[in-house]
Every structure is written in structure tokens, then in C-alpha cells.
Nanobody
């Protein structure tokens, strides 16, 4: 069964940090492009960061050097280190795996208080 399970969300004060993890199972992880997306209430889902199987990385324009995506193929896990968090980063963060189609996790809530 193909599955992505996120963890690491929570409540943090502005300026703080969080590290999200996404553990994959049932897929050949190292050939997938893995990404993080987020969706705030009333807004569309948007790309936060994406890393290809060869290590090419893209970030959403709003990241501006604050977040870092990484992957550990031995652990079938992708990470998102988020620093200098702002209240506008509050959203549900979703892990995504993409090869022939999209696989989504259930999401993890990140709340940044001012």
C-alpha cells in the first residue's frame, strides 16, 4: 500500500523553527520527486519545496531562504526544515510524492503565533 505519513507540525511562535518529516512506504522512494505543499484556510494549495530524485530543488517564492528541503533515500523520508517562521506560514502542510501520478499525505497542521 502506497502511503505518505507526515509528522512534526505544531504550534510555534513567530521567529521559531519546526522540522517536518514525511515517511514513505509502498513506493520506490528514490525515483520519486518529493515535495511539500501547504494550504491555508480560504487559499489554494501552493508549492513550498520540491526535490527530484537527482536532488534538484525548487522553492516557492515566499520561502526566501527560510526553509530547507532534504531527503534520505535510505530512510524513505523527506524533511522540511522551517526557520524564521511567520504567522502567514500558518497552514496545513502536505507531503507529495510524484512519479506517474500524485501521492499525498494526510497533512500536518503548522500554526505560527504572532
Amino acid at each position: 500500500q502506497m502511503q505518505l505519513v507526515e509528522s512534526g507540525g505544531g504550534l510555534v511562535q513567530a521567529g521559531g523553527s519546526l522540522r517536518l518529516s514525511c515517511a514513505a512506504s509502498g513506493i520506490i522512494f528514490n525515483v520519486y520527486t518529493m515535495g511539500w505543499y501547504r494550504q491555508a484556510p480560504g487559499k489554494e494549495r501552493e508549492l513550498v519545496a520540491r526535490i527530484t530524485s537527482s536532488g534538484i530543488i525548487n522553492y516557492g517564492d515566499f520561502v526566501k531562504g527560510r526553509f530547507t528541503i532534504s531527503r534520505d533515500n535510505a530512510r524513505n523520508t523527506v524533511y522540511l526544515q522551517m526557520n524564521s517562521l511567520k504567522p502567514e506560514d500558518t497552514a496545513v502542510y502536505y507531503c507529495n510524492g510524484r512519479r506517474w501520478s500524485d501521492l499525498w499525505g494526510q497533512g500536518t497542521q503548522v500554526t505560527v503565533s504572532s
